[in-house]
């Protein structure tokens, strides 16, 4: 990996760093050509600290250090992206970001519909059917997914590629109401597929 710092007088180019799992970007930092060698070496992500005018790994301190998984270059061969396994917060105040997010995995229009189904067990269930199925009981909920199984199971024998659309559709909705009237997510499966992965 042939990187350009000479473009910057200093000898410094930016860091994005970025969770291996989530996607979530943690931080920024700099790196002369010492600390990205360093980083490589141990496999930690190391800084140039413009402050005090040193090289740091961070973590070193509180023991929230950044393991390295993979280092990518940019087209211009003057910015680095480091995917890491953050151990603990990344941000100095204590939080996951430097802009104060959460590092949750999310999974778009997945996500985004986990929060709808929560919010729509909220409401009364004469105006929403979320509602009036979580009402009824997990019970009721788990035999919709079944229901909603076999009807998935029978578009994808009869070859109607957008019926089977439409009920995996189904099937896929109930089961996220099914997970959240466990009390689970999406991630908690997720977790339990990645684990398998590793095995």
Request: proline content about 2%.
């Amino acid at each position: 990996m042939e990187i350009n710092f000479s473009k910057n007088p200093d000898g410094l180019i930016p860091a994005i760093i970025q969770d291996h799992e989530t996607k979530n970007v943690l931080m920024l930092g700099y790196m002369n050509a010492a600390a990205l060698e360093q980083t490589i070496e141990t496999k930690r992500v190391t800084f140039f600290s413009r402050s005090q005018n040193k090289l740091w790994v961070k973590g070193e301190t509180s023991g929230n250090y950044l393991d390295v998984v993979t280092i990518q270059a940019d087209c211009d061969n003057d910015t680095l992206l480091i995917r890491v396994r953050p151990h603990g917060n990344t941000c100095h105040t204590g939080t996951a970001t430097c802009w104060g997010d959460d590092n949750q995995q999310e999974y778009g229009l997945l996500s985004a519909l986990e929060t709808t189904i929560a919010e729509r067990r909220k409401a009364s269930a004469a105006n929403s059917y979320v509602a009036s199925l979580f009402s009824k009981g997990i019970n009721k909920v788990a035999q919709k997914v079944g229901e909603e199984a076999v009807e998935m199971v029978i578009e994808a024998l009869n070859g109607k590629e957008d019926l089977f659309l439409e009920e995996s559709a189904d099937l896929l909705f109930h089961y996220l109401m099914l997970l959240h009237a466990k009390g689970l997510a999406l991630d908690d499966v997720v977790g339990v597929l990645r684990l398998r992965q590793k095995g």
